[in-house]
């Protein structure tokens, strides 16, 4: 039989939208994968580029922990290709979340979250502010953090989002089930894993951090933890080992729409 394009044009925006959540809501009925929606672009402008290898660098520390499992430290991480993600389906949902999260907010919520981070989280706290960076929603505790993964994970996340269901399988999960992110590049680099080329990649992803658990235990009791979060209706647990022992924090979500892919940092380990 021969196949025949029908082209439909909506009257509206609203009336696109509406025709956008039917179509992926009878594919994900089918457990189809929904690419319709991802556009990425390269960012080749030099200036552009320079300011995520500022960004890079200044969220680098030199330490070592146990899921470098023994590996070398490099000295630094050079950037070889930026790409900007934009996933409609993935975006939308952040921001449903994102809007949720700020009414589930009190004002002594967001005091009480932003007295933990502080100081806050680093990459937020460079000398000379990044321009080239979205503007973030404070009412959210909204923040950018890292994600290291595997070239295979990369293509994953910003086609479909993090899968839970693999959270923690890269270097353990010492606070329980979710998704790790980290302020420094450094600590996400352990996670990552290099392509034929040698080139690793990390994800920098707005993440909407609301109402923090905080825990500067060594070994922390992950049950217990976990009840404590559902308890207290934290959003985030943040893992503190920079307190607890010198070297970095990490941040645990449950709720994979509760970040959103929106940079590939494509880099290269330099040692």
Same mark, same amino acid.
């Not at 941040?251 to 509760?258: A, K």
């Given at each position: 039989s021969r196949l025949k394009r029908l082209e439909l044009q909506a009257?509206?925006?609203?009336?696109?939208?509406?025709?956008?959540?039917?179509?992926?809501?009878?594919?994900?009925?089918?457990?189809?994968?929904?690419?319709?929606?991802?556009? #990425?672009?390269d960012i080749f402008q030099p200036t552009v580029l320079q300011e995520f290898q500022r960004l890079v660098d200044h969220c680098f520390i030199s330490k070592y922990t146990r899921d470098r499992k023994g590996g070398t430290i490099p000295k630094s991480l050079q950037l070889v290709r930026v790409v900007r993600v934009q996933n409609s389906t993935l975006?939308?949902?952040?921001?449903?979340?994102? +809007?949720? $999260? $700020?009414?589930?907010?009190?004002?002594?919520?967001?005091?009480?979250?932003?007295? $933990?981070? #502080?100081?806050?989280v680093r990459t937020g706290v460079l000398n000379q502010p990044l321009t080239v960076l979205p503007q973030l929603e404070d009412d959210a505790i909204e923040r950018w953090v890292f994600h290291g993964t595997t070239p295979e994970g990369l293509e994953g996340i910003t086609t479909a989002s993090f899968d839970l269901k693999r959270a923690g399988t890269a270097a353990g999960s010492l606070y329980g089930a979710g998704i790790y992110c980290a302020g420094c590049s450094s600590k996400a680099d352990e996670y990552t894993r290099e392509d034929k080329n040698g080139i690793r990649g990390l994800l920098l992803c707005r993440a909407s951090l609301?109402? $923090?658990?905080?825990?500067c235990e060594l070994n922390p009791n992950n049950a217990k933890l976990q009840n404590e979060k559902e308890t207290r209706k934290c959003h985030t647990i943040l893992g503190d080992r920079w307190r607890a022992a010198g070297t970095f924090r990490e941040?645990?979500?449950? +709720?994979?729409?509760?970040l959103y892919p929106e940079f590939i940092l494509y880099y290269q380990r330099v040692y």
């Open positions: 009257v509206s925006d609203s009336e696109a939208g509406d025709w956008f959540d039917a179509v992926e809501a009878s594919l994900r009925s089918m457990s189809m994968p929904i690419r319709f929606s991802l556009h #990425t672009t975006l939308r949902e952040y921001h449903a979340r994102r +809007d949720q $999260i $700020i009414d589930d907010l009190s004002d002594d919520d967001c005091r009480k979250s932003k007295e $933990i981070l #502080t100081p806050d609301g109402k $923090i658990l905080c825990t941040f645990v979500f449950s +709720d994979n729409s509760q």
